[in-house]
């Protein structure tokens, strides 16, 4: 329950805030009316911002440049004995500046390995 006390005026909503709320009610099995009134809009407002959306009117305003990072290879066979199942399953190790370490078996979905790496970045 909200209670307003002055005069109530509009509020003003972050593009990031919106892309939010538009990722959440384009979930499979997700009610745009169920999301609107969690977020307390309206369902045209909700609307709106998917025209907006699908124009190319909304979008997130600080978006990263992408940029190239050094990558190293290393022949494991050289330097170390390997396990007789590491040929069998070779896996992509990726090092972030922070000393986030992600191990990933060479089969990975490259979308399911963009979303790790994007929420990884925040």
């Not at 911002?49 to 997130?60: D, H, K, S």
């Not at 078996?105 to 979303?115: E, K, P």
């Amino acid at each position: 329950m909200e209670i307003i006390t002055g005069v109530e005026r509009r509020r003003r909503w972050r593009a990031e805030d919106k892309l939010r709320v538009l990722a959440e009610a384009a979930q499979p099995g997700a009610r745009t009316s169920e999301v609107a009134r969690r977020h307390d809009i309206s369902r045209g407002l909700l609307w709106y911002w998917r025209r907006q959306l699908r124009q190319g009117r909304l979008t997130a305003p600080h978006a990263p440049e992408p940029l190239f990072l050094p990558v190293q290879v290393s022949d494991a066979a050289a330097s170390a004995p390997v396990a007789p199942t590491a040929a069998t399953d070779p896996r992509i190790e990726i090092a972030l500046p922070d000393g986030t370490l992600v191990r990933v078996g060479a089969d990975v979905d490259a979308a399911a390995l963009r979303r790790v790496l994007s929420v990884l970045r925040r």
